[in-house]
């Protein structure tokens, strides 16, 4: 498979920007984007799609850990 060229790469970056916008607007619920996701995976190697969508997902547990805060979960307790 050859590098996108220029033109290409940003049908794939509108696409995903269109996609996210959708998923923004909509909660995340996928079902109401199809026509954005289907764009998104026609427009953009595989591998991008895998890549952008593993980065979707980190950049919105980064704001979640900025805005929430880390709350360790309850283990076992350890004897002193």
């Known amino acids: 498979m050859s590098?996108?060229?220029?033109?290409e790469r940003k049908a794939c970056w509108d696409s995903r920007d269109?996609?996210?916008?959708?998923?923004?607007?909509?909660?995340?619920?996928?079902?109401?984007c199809l026509k954005f996701q289907g764009e998104f995976e026609s427009n953009c190697p595989a591998q991008?799609?895998?890549?952008?969508?593993k980065r979707r997902d980190?950049?919105?547990?980064?704001v979640?850990?900025?805005?929430?805060?880390?709350?360790?979960?309850?283990g076992p307790k350890q004897p002193s």
């Open 3 to 7: 590098a996108p060229n220029s033109s």
């Open 58 to 62: 980190y950049l919105k547990y980064k």
């Open 48 to 53: 991008w799609v895998k890549y952008f969508t």
């Open 18 to 32: 269109l996609l996210w916008k959708c998923l923004d607007d909509n909660g995340d619920k996928a079902e109401s």
């Open 64 to 74: 979640k850990m900025e805005t929430e805060g880390f709350t360790p979960a309850e």
